[in-house]
């Protein structure tokens, strides 16, 4: 149960998001994948938590640097406009924004965490320094939970039952939104429905077919389900090779010393 199921998912679905294909029968890597946004920004929270205190307690500071120190390499890998100035800020400072890039970054908080009391902590850390709407919180809260449920040995249902108690009312299956389903670049609009990828989900490929499947923010959807996948299932040692083939060296540092430093471990 380690970190690279959200780098994994952001990979996988690079290619479908300008170009979404609603069924299941591709193939995960091909040539042209690549790291999006969301995989720097996953590593980028994931070398705030190393060099955070032992209590996390300047964790808001160290997100912002690390989020400016590791996103300035990498200007043309797709964030959104906002989120591009707000990187390249002296100063920078919230937008209260909802969009889902608060979500896709998180699952570090959710193998850092010590409880679930400290990952929502971490959460509204890493997230307030940019998304600050509550929308933008929540879904990166509904995130960081489900991941640490997930690795901390929670069954699916049981966090199921979480998610819907305490953040989304989803009423919806897959297959029901699959034709329908549009681009949708909010935390309200994608981040149920990657949850949902999840809970249908059988392994942690299927997984992350599931969520490329509806179309929209395919490579957001997928990391977001492929953090709380790879969490609950594992992630097969192959498809651990193959993602991290596709780093740079700089952002397979963060993942190694990451892991090595907060290795998953089911209570």
Avoid at 81 to 96: K, M, R, S, T, V
Avoid at 180 to 208: K, L
């Amino acid at each position: 149960m380690k970190m690279i199921g959200a780098i994994a998912g952001d990979i996988i679905g690079s290619r479908f998001e300008r170009n979404n294909y609603k069924k299941k029968d591709f193939n995960l890597f091909v040539k042209w994948c690549s790291f999006t946004d969301d995989s720097v920004m996953s590593l980028a929270v994931c070398h705030a938590l190393l060099h955070s205190r032992p209590d996390f307690s300047d964790l808001k500071e160290q997100a912002v640097h690390s989020m400016q120190l590791i996103g300035q390499n990498y200007p043309d890998c797709g964030y959104g406009g906002n989120f591009y100035d707000w990187l390249f800020e002296i100063c920078p400072q919230p937008y209260n924004s909802f969009g889902n890039g608060a979500a896709m970054r998180v699952s570090g908080c959710g193998y850092a965490g010590r409880s679930l009391e400290e990952v929502k902590r971490l959460s509204k850390a890493v997230t307030e320094v940019s998304h600050n709407h509550p929308e933008g919180l929540k879904g990166a809260e509904a995130t960081a939970t489900a991941v640490y449920l997930a690795r901390t040995g929670c069954g699916k249902e049981e966090i199921r039952d979480y998610i819907l108690s305490n953040y989304y009312q989803i009423d919806f299956t897959l297959d029901q939104i699959r034709r329908t389903y549009r681009f949708d670049v909010s935390c309200q609009g994608s981040v149920p429905q990657a949850m949902e990828a999840f809970f249908e989900a059988e392994d942690f490929e299927s997984a992350v077919k599931n969520a490329i499947s509806i179309g929209g923010d395919s490579d957001t959807i997928a990391a977001i389900t492929g953090g709380i996948a790879g969490a609950y299932y594992g992630v097969p040692e192959i498809i651990r090779e193959k993602a991290v083939s596709y780093l740079d060296d700089r952002l397979r540092a963060i993942l190694e010393e990451f892991e090595e430093k907060f290795q998953a471990r089911r209570s």
